[in-house]
C-alpha cells in the first residue's frame, strides 16, 4: 500500500510591491505657495546652494519602512501570521485522521482480518477517497485565506498610493520613486515618514481620508 501523504503547501502570501502608473486626473485640490515652498525647503541643493528644478519636483518613499511602522500594514502581517498556525493546524487534523485511518487498514490485513481480497480494496479506495478529500479541503482552505489576505492587502496599498497622490499634489511632485529603485537617493528627498504620519493619522481620523 503506498505511504499516506498529503501535498499541501503552507500559505505563502507576499507582500509584494508593484509598480503602477498615475492617471494624470483632474484634481480640485488647492495648492497653496506655502506647502510648494516648504517642499522646496526640504530638497537637494547644488554647489552655491539653489534648489535644483530635478528635487523640487521628486520625492522617494522607503517602502520597507511603511510596512513596518504603518499601523494597518502590521495588523495584516498578524493577520498572515494567524492565518498560517490555523492552516498548519487544519492539515495536522486531517493528517492525524487519514494517519489513523491508515494503520486501522494496516493492523487489520497483518491479523488476517480481510476474509476476501475485495473487502481489502474497498478499505483502500475508501482510503483514497478520504486522502483526495483531505487535499481538496486543504486546498479550499488555502484560497480562501489567500483572498481575504488579497483583499485586505489591495486596501492597505490603496491608501498608500492615496496618501502619496494628496502629497504630489500639496508639493506639485511629478513622481514618487521607491527607494530601492535607486542606487542613490539624496536624503533631503525622503518623503518616507510624512506619509507614515498620515497613513497612522488617517487612521485615527477616518474623516481625514475622505
Not at 509584494?16 to 522646496?40: D, F, K, P, Q, R
Not at 495536522?92 to 480481510?114: D, F, M, P, V, W
Amino acid at each position: 500500500m503506498k505511504k499516506f501523504s498529503i501535498y499541501a503547501s503552507a500559505i505563502m502570501v507576499a507582500l509584494l510591491m508593484s509598480t503602477t502608473s498615475c492617471s494624470n486626473n483632474e484634481s480640485n485640490t488647492e495648492v497653496s505657495e506655502e506647502s510648494v515652498a516648504a517642499g522646496a525647503s526640504a530638497v537637494q541643493k547644488d554647489s552655491v546652494g539653489h534648489v535644483t528644478e530635478f528635487a523640487k519636483h521628486v520625492r522617494y518613499v522607503d517602502m520597507q519602512k511603511v510596512q513596518a511602522q504603518y499601523t494597518s500594514w502590521q495588523e495584516l502581517v498578524k493577520l498572515q501570521n494567524d492565518y498560517a498556525e490555523k492552516f498548519a493546524a487544519y492539515q495536522n487534523e486531517l493528517g492525524a485522521s487519514l494517519q489513523k485511518k491508515q494503520t486501522a487498514i494496516e493492523e487489520k490485513r497483518s491479523r488476517n482480518g480481510y476474509l476476501t481480497q475485495e473487502s481489502f480494496a474497498q478499505d483502500v479506495a475508501d482510503f483514497e477517497k478520504a486522502q483526495n478529500d483531505a487535499n481538496n479541503k486543504l486546498a479550499a482552505r488555502q484560497e480562501k485565506y489567500a483572498l481575504e489576505i488579497n483583499k485586505k492587502q489591495e486596501v492597505i496599498l490603496d491608501s498608500v498610493y492615496s496618501v502619496i497622490n494628496d502629497m504630489s499634489v500639496k508639493y506639485q511632485l511629478d513622481a514618487v520613486l521607491e527607494k530601492s529603485a535607486g542606487l542613490y537617493l539624496n536624503p533631503q528627498l525622503n518623503l518616507t515618514d510624512e506619509v507614515i504620519e498620515e497613513l497612522n493619522r488617517r487612521i485615527a481620523t477616518p474623516e481625514a481620508a475622505q
